[in-house]
């Protein structure tokens, strides 16, 4: 009900946000077209109401489930290759990998 975005969807919209430009540049460096790229992103903590200071306990980011939906007809295998090229220059995923599990996948649509 808060009217302001919190931190934590600061932190998922920096991630959703790095990886949709990122992986455009890695498909427009290869030349491959794609229509539409959309992510849908889900988090979880470790503990809630640590977080809202309802108890002691781990507040942390336990989990972060991320689908990655491009719309193209180019090669799959092009398109994943540039997908996994964008995960691995990323250095928001390289830090929350460290942290939490952190779930990613591509669907070509």
Do not use: M
């Not at 998922?12 to 990122?22: D, P, R």
């Not at 889900?42 to 980011?61: F, I, R």
């Amino acid at each position: 009900k808060d009217s302001h975005p919190s931190a934590l969807e600061y932190l998922f919209g920096a991630l959703a946000g790095s990886l949709t430009t990122g992986f455009a540049t890695e498909c427009a460096r290869d030349n491959l077209e794609v229509d539409d790229i959309e992510l849908s992103l889900s988090g979880s903590l470790a503990n809630v109401l640590a977080h809202l200071g309802l108890e002691a306990g781990d507040p942390s980011v336990k989990a972060i489930e991320l689908k990655c939906f491009a719309s193209t007809f180019a090669d799959e295998d092009q398109v994943t290759v540039a997908w996994q090229r964008t995960l691995d220059r990323s250095p928001l995923v390289a830090t929350l990998q460290k942290a939490a599990d952190l779930q990613i996948k591509l669907v070509i649509v």
